[in-house]
Structure formats: C-alpha cells, structure tokens
C-alpha cells in the first residue's frame, strides 16, 4: 500500500471517529430537552437530514463509501431524537 493510501485511509477512520463523537454530543441536549430545558430542534433536524442524505449517498454510489456512511449514520439518529425531544 502506498504511503499516500495508507494517510487517506488514517484520515478517513479519524474523521469517521470525530464525526460520531460529534453527533453523541447531542446527548447533553437531549437530556436537557427531557428535563424540560429545551433547545432549538432546527440545528439537529437540519443535521439528520443533512446525514440521511450522505448516508444514501456513500452507500449507493458504484465503490460504497463506509467512512462516510458509517461516521453519518448516528447524526440520524441523534439528530432526530434531539430533534423530537426539543419540541414542546
């Protein structure tokens, strides 16, 4: 493997690693939500569909992008429960 393969591939496994780190933060949101201290639920609304659509994208396209999908897939999740519990 070439030296330059071997960064991109560091470099994606890092940045798929920030990437769920970034979407578990919601965690303090949403207890906050649940304790009736609500945040705004545009951000995170606008973050799941954001990660739906790099989801689809990393997964259908000819050579699938697991990186992508996989550092995407929790800010669906998170996103819309950060989401969900921000209403009131």
Known sequence: MKEEDKFIQVLGRVAT???????????????SNLQGDYGNPIQPL????????????????KNRDW????????GIFFGIFAFATALH
């Open 17 to 31: 690693v920030l990437s769920v780190l970034m979407y578990v933060s919601y965690i303090p949101q949403i207890m």
């Open 67 to 74: 990186p992508v999908f996989l550092a995407n897939l929790p």
């Open 46 to 61: 606008v973050a799941a569909i954001n990660c739906l659509f790099w989801c689809i994208y990393a997964y259908f396209k």
